[in-house]
């Protein structure tokens, strides 16, 4: 476990920002204490200091999974967010899109969200900007790409793609084996 | 028991009842119509023109010859046929009652299956019969039964009709039939749809009706008789060649477990309590293919009538349980989004704020978005029980020695809001998978995850406010869920899992923190009921560290053992708790909370328990912080371990501890499994020290340096947080070594 190079922080914090734009600095200055982010096994993991400390006791090898799992940098060096972060890209997401009940199920088997399924979507929102996906009760129930921006979206046909599926909750039953 | 059918019966009702069947429908259209004219105030008013165009032409047709025998009837009849009718319309009614009575005889059945077998006693001729096929024969004779009178009932007056009527027959079917379509539509539900294995299963019965009647006779004379006679010696082994069916022993365990109760009064004489309950055993064994190892240890457990009622209960299922997580949602909400769903659900007891039960559901509950989503967790009702024990506080640090898969952890966590920190730790990395993903999903954030062997924890780090312990098994308890247990577990198993058990445990109270503000608690639980793997365990633990024994704060639950055949345990063990699948509908459960107390020891155990605990420090202090310098390590971590000896010994070899320990054990060995335990046990401490003297070949510095380390520990007890003052401490501890 070690803290993230400069090049790491760049790559994640660029791949943040899609999603929660300038909010990113709520996470790292925090009210309640101070969070960092460290890089072990190729992933990258967000914890308060009180836990690393404790974490710095374990064996590198015998270490699992410590605090919350943000996502993991590829073999190319790119960063991948995994659906873990969800919990901290909802509350400070700034583009939003619901979808309706028929359309929850289809998302969360790892398909698009088609234009019939659309609920609502934030105003303004801009072509391959990140935006969190939720259910009309309000549950997040992952994040993807705008395909479209929201005019374009108002005259398109039914069956076209308005957002670009990247992560779901389903992937905790379906990829429970490479969270971490 | 009850009426045979008659065959013949039987015949004359087969085909006819399909003919007629054919034709009630006709007057059952035309009634329909009528009924429809009669309430057109629900339509619309088109929708009324409509309706009254469409059946006007056939109501015409159909009401006129529908009114004529009505008419047609002479005054006679009409006194025969109209009550009759009503009668049957009165009847039918009560037929539906009956048929509802019936369907709750079979849950009253299904649930009480000796009950099944009483009455189904008559049935079984055949050696291995499922029990199921057995109920379902047994149901369906009942009904025919029930039909049989209604039938009569019927027909003798269907026939007095006839015969009043004669020409005229033609022409009064359409009322009689309706009447007897109503009974035809009962006995199709009823019946109906098993004709032909109704008309199979007579046939069967026929043939099985002489044997039946005579084992009917035979059985009421064994109750006139009221007196159960035990098989000799030769009937047992003919029977071990012929095995007997599964009724014939259900019925045997029946009337030896009433012996049993009432020995004095119901006894054969010159045989004693010991032939029948071996008889007992290995019907038992027969009836409900459990090993004859697990058989005797429940026997020991629980007293006759409750064994039953246990062996019972794992045949069946416990009730699907969630658990909410309070950290995403509420109980209230998450209630109303799951019966929105189609769940059927209702809160699990009294005794848990975010339990729910699960009736049944028509969304698989385990891949619902609210599940996806984090809102709740599929968690047995008894694990939730440890958790409640444990009580951890906001703030504090816990372990949880091994987590898989996470329900225990993430409800810690939901306890503690999500504030201080969690250790999961589970030995088996691929079972590590599931704690990581619940811990994600249930937004659990302050968890550390690792992959230790539980008994090298100690080592890792310690300190901790609370730990929970929830120690491999043998499974005794949860039967319902893996029924391979019944067969595939023996003294060795269960030994091996209980030497485990205490190794883990000793490890869980070395990684407790005596001093700390909040806690020094620990939970130690198993789904287990043998008394090996719980009370034997905890007992152990008692006398080797420094912990009490404290009420564990759950209401309810038996009191565990203070002693066990032979074994006398502490007597603070009432207050741990054992929970099992009969009495509490849960899956079976033993709960233990532990307190470690600091130094405040009463003075005839203080020296010993003193010294382990400085035994237990000198081995944090001595591995915590650094790996680098292991060879002093080591060989200053020995003599510790070996100050477990008295101090009246002179040399403080670690040869000398397994001596100790069988001088304890010859206290209360005698039993042969547990001085096979302790032998072994034995044989792994000698192995151990031998290590350690070949290891260090110091051993004469061990004393002085045990000496040493008493002297400091009273002051050290309250260093053994933060890794500062680890390191502080064995800079002290070195330069001792060195001195010397």
């Known amino acids: ?180 | 028991m009850g009426r045979k059918l008659d065959p013949t019966n039987q015949v004359k009702r087969g085909p006819g009842r399909k003919s007629r069947k054919q034709k009630g429908a006709e007057t059952e259209l035309s009634k329909f119509i009528t009924a429809e004219e009669s309430e057109p105030k629900r339509l619309t008013s088109r929708a009324r023109k409509r309706a009254v165009k469409r059946a006007q032409d056939p109501k015409k047709t159909k009401d006129v010859p529908q009114q004529k025998p009505l008419k047609g009837f002479t005054d006679e009849n009409k006194d025969w046929l109209k009550p009759a009718k009503r009668k049957r319309k009165i009847d039918t009614p009560e037929s539906d009652d009956d048929s509802d009575e019936m369907w709750e005889h079979e849950d009253d059945e299904e649930e009480d299956v000796e009950k099944v077998e009483a009455l189904g006693k008559k049935q079984g001729k055949k050696a291995v019969v499922a029990k199921m096929a057995e109920k379902e024969e047994e149901e369906e004779e009942d009904d025919e039964e029930d039909e049989d009178m209604v039938d009569d009932y019927g027909a003798a007056e269907e026939s007095s009709g006839e015969e009043a009527e004669g020409g005229s027959d033609e022409e009064l079917l359409p009322i009689e039939r309706a009447a007897k379509k109503e009974k035809n539509i009962m006995e199709a539900m009823g019946v109906g749809s098993d004709d032909d294995e109704d008309s199979e299963d007579e046939e069967a019965g026929k043939s099985d009706d002489g044997d039946a009647d005579e084992e009917d006779a035979l059985l009421t004379n064994i109750e006139e008789m009221d007196k159960f006679r035990l098989p000799g010696a030769e009937e047992r082994a003919k029977e071990s060649v012929i095995p007997l069916d599964l009724q014939t022993i259900h019925h045997r365990i029946k009337e030896n477990v009433d012996v049993l109760t009432n020995f004095a009064t119901k006894r054969e004489e010159g045989k004693d309590r010991a032939e029948y309950i071996s008889l007992l055993r290995s019907d038992l064994c027969t009836y409900y293919s459990y090993n004859d190892f697990l058989m005797e240890k429940l026997m020991d457990i629980f007293p006759v009538s409750e064994l039953i009622d246990f062996l019972e209960a794992n045949e069946i299922h416990r009730p699907v349980t969630i658990r909410t997580n309070t950290l995403k949602t509420r109980r209230r909400d998450l209630a109303q989004a799951l019966i929105n769903r189609g769940v059927n659900l209702d809160p699990l007891g009294k005794w848990s704020k975010v339990g729910l039960i699960i009736f049944d559901s028509s969304v698989p509950i385990g891949a619902t978005p609210e599940y996806l989503a984090g809102h709740y967790m599929l968690q047995g009702a008894s694990s939730l029980l440890p958790v409640m024990a444990l009580s951890p506080q906001e703030g504090e640090c816990v372990l949880d020695m091994s987590s898989a898969p996470g329900g225990k952890t993430t409800y810690i966590a939901q306890l503690m809001r999500n504030t201080g920190t969690i250790v999961a730790n589970d030995a088996n990395a691929e079972r590590l998978k599931s704690v990581v993903g619940n811990i994600h999903r249930l937004g659990v954030t302050n968890a550390v995850i690792c992959n230790y062997d539980g008994r090298q924890f100690p080592k890792v780090m310690g300190g901790f406010d609370r730990v929970l312990l929830d120690a491999p098994c043998s499974g005794t308890g949860v039967i319902a869920k893996d029924p391979a247990v019944k067969t595939s577990k023996d003294e060795a198993d269960i030994l091996r899992s209980a030497h485990l058990q205490k190794e883990l445990l000793l490890s869980a109270i070395d990684s407790v923190n005596a001093d700390s503000a909040t806690g020094g608690y620990l939970i130690y639980c198993t789904c287990s009921i043998m008394v090996e793997e719980n009370e034997w365990v905890v007992d152990y633990a008692l006398k080797k560290r420094n912990v009490k024994l404290v009420p564990t704060g759950l209401d309810f639950g038996t009191e565990g053992f203070t002693r066990f055949k032979e074994r006398r345990f502490h007597p603070s063990l009432r207050l741990t708790r054992r929970f099992y699948p009969h009495s509490h509908n849960m899956d079976g459960f033993f709960v233990a909370k532990l307190k470690k107390f600091s130094n405040s020891v009463p003075a005839t155990e203080m020296e010993q328990d003193e010294e382990e605990t400085v035994t237990s420090e000198s081995v944090a202090v001595a591995s915590g912080p650094d790996k680098k310098p292991s060879k002093n390590e080591t060989s200053k971590k020995i003599p510790g371990k070996a100050g477990v000896s008295p101090k009246g010994q002179t040399n403080g070899t670690g040869a000398k501890k397994p001596e100790n320990i069988q001088a304890k054990g010859q206290k209360d060995k005698p039993t042969g499994p547990k001085k096979a335990k302790m032998a072994k046990m034995d044989g792994k401490n000698a192995k151990e020290g031998e290590a350690n003297a070949s290891e260090s070949g110091k051993t004469e510095l061990s004393k002085n340096e045990k000496k040493h380390e008493k002297k400091k520990s009273p002051m050290k007890k309250k260093k053994r947080l933060g890794k500062n003052k680890f390191n502080k401490l064995k800079k002290v501890l070195q330069k001792g070594w060195i001195g010397e």
């Not at chain 1, 609920?119 to 939720?134: D, H, K, L, S």
Request: charged share 25%; with cysteine; hydrophobic share 40%.
């Open chain 1, 1 to 180: 476990m070690r803290p993230l190079t400069d090049e790491e922080t760049k790559t994640m914090f660029e791949k943040l920002s899609k999603y929660i734009g300038e909010n990113i600095k709520l996470l790292v200055d925090r009210p309640d204490g101070g969070y960092c982010f460290r890089l072990h096994n190729d992933r990258v993991y967000y914890m308060s200091e009180k836990i690393l400390k404790l974490a710095t006791n374990v064996a590198r090898d015998k270490l699992v999974s410590v605090g919350t799992c943000f996502g993991k940098f590829t073999k190319t060096g790119k960063f991948r967010l995994h659906i873990t972060a969800l919990d901290f890209l909802a509350p400070y997401a700034k583009f939003k899109v619901w979808v309706k009940p028929g359309t929850e199920q289809s998302f969360l088997y790892g398909n698009h969200v088609l234009k019939s399924g659309l609920g609502r979507i934030t105003e303004n929102t801009a072509q391959y900007q990140g935006v969190v996906v939720y259910s009309m009760a309000d549950v997040p129930l992952g994040f993807g790409v705008a395909a479209k921006t929201t005019q374009e979206c108002r005259r398109m046909d039914p069956m076209a793609i308005v957002v670009f599926h990247q992560a779901d909750v389903g992937e905790f039953i379906r990829n429970e084996d490479t969270l971490t």
